[in-house]
Nanobody
Framework: QVQLVESGGGLVQAGGSLRLSCAAS????????MAWFRRAPGIEREFVAA????????RYADSVEGRFTIYRDNTKKTLYLQMTSLKPEDTAVYYC?????????????????WGQGTQVTVSS
């Protein structure tokens, strides 16, 4: 079982950048695909990005394509989300998640382990 802890959230102005981190402890990180999801007030949890265990395959939601980059460092057991050109509509709690089966699906039901989330607020 893997435990996930997100960090790096905060308040930023529109057009700014943030980098989120997700530190894993326990076993299996390097074999799991990973993803970022977000939840804004009054909105269901939304897929943001996913990455394969090797980092060779990534996928993004249309809303963040070209602005966000997901990557990982298996030696550090850490997942990252580099966010640029942030918009007020990116405001949400961001969660990282791990998938034991190694797929990079967009459905939250595919993911087995979740972090507690980190708040990102983008002011206009």
């Amino acid at each position: 079982q893997v435990q996930l802890v997100e960090s790096g959230g905060g308040l930023v102005q529109a057009g700014g950048s943030l980098r989120l981190s997700c530190a894993a402890s326990g076993g299996g990180f390097s074999a799991y695909s990973m993803a970022w999801f977000r939840r804004a007030p009054g909105i269901e949890r939304e897929f943001v990005a996913a990455i394969s265990w090797s980092g060779e395959t990534t996928r993004y939601a249309d809303s963040v394509e070209g602005r966000f980059t997901i990557y990982r460092d298996n030696t550090k057991k850490t997942l990252y989300l580099q966010m640029t050109s942030l918009k007020p509509e990116d405001t949400a709690v961001y969660y990282c998640a791990a998938n034991r089966r190694g797929t990079t699906g967009a459905g939250p039901g595919s993911y087995d382990y979740w972090g507690q989330g980190t708040q990102v607020t983008v002011s206009s």
